[in-house]
């Protein structure tokens, strides 16, 4: 069973390639589609995706967390997991 999430990564001190090259090659996260152009400077990649077999947001960070700091050990990262299945909402209108 999968879960989907939209996972946000801020990140300083690496490159924007080199996030990508972990998030989405390595572990298959897809860059969002709501990506936008000036946020690619920022520290800053959306990326839309689920996790597998049982698997907690905390490990999945903590693999892709692992996987940055091999590159470059003094960069920072931090990452923002939505669930996307059973997100509050509001209703209006008549009822149906």
Known sequence: MSRCYKLDVRFKG?????VK???????GWAEGSSYEETKKDAGYLEC?????????????????YSELKKIKRDCKVKTIFTYLE????EEYGDEL
Not at 86 to 89: D, K, S
Request: glycine fraction near 10%; aromatic fraction near 10%; include cysteine.
């Open 14 to 18: 690496i490159s924007l390639e080199e």
């Open 21 to 27: 090259k972990i998030v989405c090659e390595k572990f």
């Open 48 to 64: 839309d995706g689920s996790l597998y077999g049982g698997m907690s947001e905390k490990e999945a960070h903590d693999q892709i």
């Open 86 to 89: 059973e997100l509050p909402y």
